[in-house]
């Protein structure tokens, strides 16, 4: 998650814990990506196509889920991140595999005015929204080569989550944490090297 710290403290138990108990076994495992409701085919396509390159995994389209109705709050007219991640974790797929759930509504959690996404370490599974990384969110005209870019950043980010990097102190990198879009769009959609040491390194555990 950027924007708030409930996925990074999650991170750091997960991390440490997964390092312990599960060093040294090797799993391989694939990226399954989810829309929640409508979600924009071209960002699905531009995702599917570069993010496996990030974690050389390969990429498939899972089966959509239904708009989350579940998860809607009417007071703040949001979704609750972490109700979709529930439901996404029902996703049928195999050891090691991944889920990326893509919704284009505007997702929260309780502790925090909104969140660009949210990932579950322990159930490997993590969330984006769209709905803020549109620039006609923030008045301004569309541009969707920008907004397919911020996409794939938060998509690795999460993912990245998911196997077990935490955040990271180079702003270029993309597992650097965004307090803004504008350090979305300062970070580079891959891994500075360290990270991608860590990633090779944990590659080795189911992560
Ligand atoms: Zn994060
Ligand atoms: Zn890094």
Redesign the pocket.
Known sequence: ??HGGR??MA?IKGFHRRRRDTWGKKVAGKIVIVPVGRVDGRVLEDLQDSIGNIFEKEVCMGQPLDSPDYAYNGRRKQYFSSAVLLKLREVERGIGDRVLGVIDFDLYVPSLNFVFGE?DLENRVAIISLCRLKPEFYGLSEDMGRFKERALKEGI??LG?TYGLG?CSNPLCVMH?SNSLLDTDIKKASLCPQCEKRFKQGRLSPG
């Open positions: 998650m950027d996925c990074e991170l990932a980010h999460e989550h955040h944490f």
